[in-house]
């Protein structure tokens, strides 16, 4: 069977264009103030910083604006709810990402509740998750919508469709469940929620029209555990010796899948266009 | 097969006796002020009208105090707002609910939105729904809520079992979806949610070893539809020719489910004592 790629770096290409058109349209030629996005970057994990780098520099390339602040290893829990309270209090500033992992004396859920819903362009916020499992506007978490666009972009018909989903953390397995069989347009999909404790996951997968693998274990997904013809969505990264594994054992999947994406190059560009996009979506809220 | 009722009536009686003793342990006893219900009821929807008589029969009996506020029908929006304003000021009220569903004219989100999801005891506010999905103390809608205690409580083990949920409504079938599957003591099932998109709808049924029916069409799930052994959880209720029927087809399901609970006496009684556990949950945090 012939497999086709889904390209996730073409993909963000075009959305990044909308991105900057949007801006030049609605912000730029009406003269209002350019999408700001704050930065808060704790401690010195070396992957943390790649990330945030590689965020700043899409920034700039679209046309938003950014400010950065990194605050030193073993900073007080303290120091960074009072950065994040000046977040929320600084009108200039349209929304805001903390970096995770945070450092291990650190709350996690004390510090995403701190910050205002209405900035939390990260979509991590109990506030925001609640809305979107509920049917309301909110920020939803980018890797969770870098998935659905992909699949809405290639026109991948999701209704009506079994989709099997490997995982359930809160920033890819519970929210794609959740939007993949919401009641939208782009949604009805019929999902199991498959995890750790799930017994013969190949049960599962071997049923599933669509599979998401966001398990966190290297080339777990074999060829042999779908059904022929299935869509195949890898969220997964790892460095192995020297290269980029996904979730997907790509290679067996490969030929049997009719659809999957790569790793590198399918959903982790998604994932970093989708805090473009929500970013500017909390700057036209402000500037309406 | 031998078939078990679950007894929800029993089970409530159970729950409520346990609430009286820590209402007088943890209140009574410390001379503290009693858990007090706030209640909103709009318009003259039968219904809703003997179930607000109904919870208010059950805060009497168990030692709850509670305020009624009755607005009459074609109340403005504005006013039932500032109700909602006064009871999350009042610092007398621990919890307060507004009865659904509510007149037309009224924007449903906008009214869960203002409640404080501090004294959201019916668990609706998003904040709370988002904290329930993410592994966060919050209150849990009372239906789903009291599904998963009828489970624990009769020691059935939904651990690594396949639960299919039929229908995602927000008060049902979506929040006892991630509740099934949460990471939890009691959680870790597999869980398929399949609604009025499904295709095929048997083709899940019949794997499941737990089936939960909150789909709102009387006596939908056939026994025909179902594995031998499974247990049965049905959420419907419906008034037909002088008769309570549920979503199950009760004498299909009976004698090929392990496990089901009756309509009447099943899961309504949960619900109604969920409504009284989080009111005196939110008591106790107001009394630390």
Do not use: W
């Amino acid at each position: 069977m012939t497999t086709q790629l889904l390209n996730g770096n073409l993909l963000a290409k075009e959305i990044k264009n909308e991105i900057s058109n949007i801006i030049e349209k609605k912000i730029l030629n009406e003269n209002k103030r350019m999408p700001h996005l704050g930065i808060i970057l704790t401690g010195n994990n070396s992957s943390s910083i790649t990330y945030v780098n590689n965020k700043i520099k899409e920034c700039k390339n679209i046309g938003i604006q950014y400010s950065l602040i990194h605050l030193p290893i073993n900073t007080l829990e303290n120091k960074l709810l009072e950065e994040i309270k000046k977040m929320n209090r600084n009108p200039y500033i349209d929304g805001f990402i903390v970096q995770l992992p945070l450092e291990k004396h650190m709350n996690q859920d004390k510090i995403i509740l701190s910050i205002d819903p209405k900035k939390d362009v990260d979509g991590f916020h109990p506030e925001n998750f609640g809305k979107m499992s509920l049917g309301m506007k909110a920020f939803f978490p980018a890797t969770a919508l870098g998935i659905l666009t992909v699949l809405e972009r290639y026109k991948i018909q999701i209704y009506g469709k079994h989709t099997v989903v490997i995982g359930r953390s809160r920033i890819v397995g519970r929210p794609i469940s959740i939007l993949m069989s919401r009641k939208n347009y782009f949604g009805n999909s019929t999902v199991t929620i498959t995890h750790s404790k799930t017994k013969n996951i190949e049960f599962y997968t071997k049923q599933a029209d669509i599979i998401i693998v966001a398990v966190g274990i290297p080339k777990f997904l074999k060829g042999k555990m779908i059904k022929k013809g299935a869509v195949v969505i890898d969220v997964g990264i790892h460095n192995h010796e020297n290269k980029i594994l996904g979730d997907v054992d790509f290679y067996s999947v490969y030929g049997r899948a009719s659809y999957l994406t790569p790793v590198p190059g399918g959903i982790g560009p998604m994932t970093r266009v989708m805090l473009l996009k929500n970013t500017l979506m909390a700057a036209l809220n402000n500037r309406k």
